[in-house]
């Protein structure tokens, strides 16, 4: 069993530690929290050994009345590997932790590329990561991204990438972010981050990004158009994007309009969290005009990014060829219900 750290346990280290605990070659040994709130009452009512991340706060979880199993950095020593899923730059900030006990590490998307080994896309780049200390597993608009630009390269190459990206002003709990009533270019200037970003999993590859921020928290829209080396029609790219794991090309029938009725029908199926871990493509956007191929896609932002976490344990472990693991991934989580 491969035993896993959580040090982190807001948005998307509760649903990774879920994630892995569903796995069936893994155990969650613990969560890291700073301070007793409902996400950690949340761990400890799913019987999670929760561990402090901060030694001074210690006392605030005794008057709250809930145990802790220890200090981060037992944790960090007893894991055999850690996600940390900690606020954009404490992962960084960990890192020393992590190196003092020669656990390796996962950061997540809101850190710099430049602070770990190698960026991580299970789709796209499983096999180059093994015996790294420290990957970063990036963001849900660069996961959704690169779950695009991987099959299209290999089919047909790509000789241009251009996305605008419409992203929610904040996740559901985040009251405290905006816009509310406002549509913002963001950044005004280009590229926004998300085309370097995407040029950490695929170096060579020409892509310009613009970024928009609106008043919505249930998830990003891409509006993608790829300009290709070959020129298949329509129904063959549908097709292509239809046989992909974590891709849900949206037959028009289901009448799903946006991002709200998306969320309805993750509800309805009784996925946890109403997680969607997919990208959502509209198959009726996918058209092709020449050479050029253009999409809309619904990316869930808390959630897409879960199956490569669970991924990047096995592919920095050199547990599973990708296949298999993103196979058992998707399996035990459910992916295809
Ligand atoms: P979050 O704020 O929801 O959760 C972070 C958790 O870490 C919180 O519970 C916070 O209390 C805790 N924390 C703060 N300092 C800590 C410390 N020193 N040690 C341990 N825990 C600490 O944040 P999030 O949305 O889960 O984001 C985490 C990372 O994932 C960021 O890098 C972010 O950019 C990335 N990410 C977020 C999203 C998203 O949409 N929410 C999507 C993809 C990637």
Request: proline fraction near 5%; include cysteine; charge should be negative.
């Given at each position: 069993?491969?035993?896993?750290?959580?040090?982190?346990?807001?948005?998307?280290?509760?649903r990774?530690?879920?994630?892995?605990?569903?796995?069936?070659?893994?155990?969650?040994?613990?969560?890291?929290?700073?301070?007793?709130?409902?996400?950690?009452?949340?761990?400890?009512d799913?019987?999670?050994?929760?561990?402090?991340?901060?030694?001074?706060?210690?006392?605030?979880?005794?008057?709250?009345?809930?145990?802790?199993?220890?200090?981060?950095?037992?944790?960090v020593?007893e894991?055999?590997?850690?996600?940390?899923?900690?606020?954009?730059?404490?992962?960084?900030d960990n890192?020393?932790?992590?190196?003092k006990?020669?656990?390796?590490?996962?950061?997540?998307?809101?850190?710099?590329?430049?602070?770990?080994?190698?960026?991580?896309?299970?789709?796209?780049?499983?096999?180059?990561?093994?015996?790294?200390?420290?990957?970063?597993?990036?963001?849900?608009?660069?996961?959704?991204?690169?779950?695009?630009?991987?099959?299209?390269?290999?089919?047909?190459?790509?000789?241009?990438?251009?996305?605008t990206?419409?992203?929610?002003?904040?996740?559901?709990?985040?009251?405290?972010?905006?816009?509310?009533?406002?549509?913002?270019?963001?950044?005004?200037s280009?590229?926004s981050?998300h085309?370097?970003?995407?040029?950490?999993i695929?170096?060579?590859?020409?892509?310009?990004?613009?970024?928009?921020?609106?008043?919505?928290?249930?998830?990003?829209?891409?509006?993608?158009?790829?300009?290709?080396?070959?020129e298949?029609?329509?129904?063959?790219?549908?097709s292509?994007?239809?046989?992909?794991?974590r891709?849900?090309v949206?037959?028009?029938?289901?009448?799903?309009?946006?991002?709200?009725?998306?969320?309805?029908?993750?509800?309805?199926?009784?996925?946890p969290?109403?997680?969607?871990?997919e990208?959502c493509?509209?198959?009726?956007?996918?058209?092709?005009?020449?050479?050029?191929?253009?999409?809309?896609?619904?990316?869930h932002?808390?959630?897409?990014?879960?199956?490569?976490?669970?991924?990047a344990?096995?592919?920095?472990?050199?547990?599973?060829?990708?296949?298999?693991?993103?196979?058992?991934?998707?399996?035990?989580?459910?992916?295809?219900?």
């Amino acid at each position: 069993m491969i035993e896993v750290g959580i040090n982190g346990y807001g948005t998307i280290g509760k649903r990774v530690a879920d994630a892995v605990r569903a796995q069936p070659d893994m155990e969650v040994v613990g969560v890291a929290k700073t301070r007793p709130n409902f996400e950690a009452q949340t761990a400890v009512d799913k019987d999670f050994e929760l561990y402090a991340a901060i030694e001074d706060r210690k006392p605030q979880f005794a008057e709250a009345g809930i145990d802790l199993a220890g200090d981060v950095e037992e944790l960090v020593e007893e894991s055999d590997i850690v996600v940390d899923a900690c606020p954009s730059g404490i992962g960084a900030d960990n890192a020393e932790m992590y190196r003092k006990y020669d656990t390796p590490a996962l950061l997540q998307g809101g850190e710099d590329a430049d602070a770990v080994d190698a960026s991580f896309n299970a789709r796209s780049n499983y096999d180059t990561v093994e015996g790294d200390d420290l990957v970063r597993v990036v963001s849900c608009n660069t996961t959704g991204l690169s779950r695009l630009v991987a099959p299209l390269q290999e089919a047909y190459g790509i000789e241009k990438v251009r996305t605008t990206l419409v992203r929610r002003g904040g996740d559901p709990a985040q009251s405290g972010r905006g816009p509310i009533n406002d549509i913002l270019p963001n950044p005004v200037s280009l590229p926004s981050h998300h085309g370097p970003d995407v040029n950490t999993i695929f170096p060579d590859l020409n892509i310009d990004t613009l970024g928009l921020k609106v008043p919505a928290t249930l998830m990003h829209t891409h509006s993608v158009n790829v300009t290709l080396e070959s020129e298949p029609d329509a129904a063959e790219v549908r097709s292509l994007l239809e046989d992909e794991r974590r891709t849900f090309v949206i037959p028009e029938w289901l009448g799903l309009d946006g991002a709200g009725a998306i969320k309805e029908l993750a509800q309805d199926a009784g996925r946890p969290r109403a997680d969607i871990w997919e990208n959502c493509i509209w198959g009726e956007s996918i058209s092709m005009e020449g050479d050029d191929l253009y999409l809309f896609q619904a990316i869930h932002q808390e959630s897409d990014v879960v199956p490569e976490n669970v991924d990047a344990i096995r592919a920095v472990l050199g547990e599973a060829s990708q296949e298999e693991s993103m196979a058992r991934t998707d399996e035990a989580m459910g992916l295809d219900t």
